[in-house]
T-cell receptor, first 109, second 113 residues
Framework: DAKTTQPNSMESNEEEPVHLPCNHS???????IHWYRQLPSQGPEYVIH???SNVNNRMASLAIAEDRKSSTLILHRATLRDAAVYYC??????????FGKGTSLLVTP | DVKVTQSSRYLVKRTGEKVFLECVQD?????MFWYRQDPGLGLRLIYF???????EKGDIPEGYSVSREKKERFSLILESASTNQTSMYLC????????????FGPGTRLTVL
């Protein structure tokens, strides 16, 4: 499986944008980039995914580098409820997801 | 909304007991997954199923078995529980017909004494 590298933790102030980076230099052409997050005491929840183009949805935006070797999850205005562990995962569509350790995001008022 | 439910949020069992963890999804998804989550190790895939009566081993199947007799239900079985199986167990479901999202249940925290 192609591997991802994320910072262990990041901190943000409430109401400010957050950029969560992910490096995936060994990504293959069929790998989608998925982002999930896990709030305390809950199962993971889907955030966003993409293949080559940048993607937007109501939760976040996903910016994918032109060479696809890195991507950034963008939370436009962090709230306290966004404090969670964020996972960047590579997977061909339809396959089980290989979760790593993720980035623990702390949001301070 | 897709709903994935797990039979228990917390479970305490003794070493050697047979343990059943049940997962039910209500959206007719063909694929279902069992993961375990441990501090510092992230989520690891135990087994998955892509159809009724079909199963595939994940990364850490040893000590576990699964059953998928009905499409909506995927059971994880610990034939003889051991203390190293103390963990958080997460079930997920997925269908190709949706946005490629895996939907997770709330998890079962299993403690084996």
């Amino acid at each position: 499986d192609a591997k991802t590298t994320q910072p262990n933790s990041m901190e943000s102030n409430e109401e400010e944008p957050v950029h969560l980076p992910c490096n995936h230099s060994t990504i293959s052409g069929t790998d989608y980039i998925h982002w999930y997050r896990q709030l305390p005491s809950q199962g993971p929840e889907y955030v966003i995914h993409g293949l080559t183009s940048n993607v937007n949805n109501r939760m976040a935006s996903l910016a994918i580098a032109e060479d696809r070797k890195s991507s950034t999850l963008i939370l436009h205005r962090a709230t306290l409820r966004d404090a969670a562990v964020y996972y960047c995962i590579l997977s061909p569509t339809g396959y089980a997801l290989n979760f790593g350790k993720g980035t623990s995001l702390l949001v301070t008022p | 909304d897709v709903k994935v439910t797990q039979s228990s949020r917390y479970l305490v069992k003794r070493t050697g007991e047979k343990v059943f963890l049940e997962c039910v999804q209500d959206m007719d998804h063909e694929n279902m997954f069992w993961y375990r989550q441990d501090p510092g190790l992230g989520l690891r895939l135990i087994y998955f199923s892509y159809d009724v009566k079909m199963k595939e081993k994940g990364d850490i199947p040893e000590g576990y078995s699964v059953s998928r007799e009905k499409k909506e239900r995927f059971s994880l079985i610990l034939e003889s529980a051991s203390t190293n199986q103390t963990s958080m167990y997460l079930c997920a479901s997925w269908t190709r017909l949706s946005t490629d999202t895996q939907y997770f249940g709330p998890g079962t925290r299993l403690t084996v004494l």
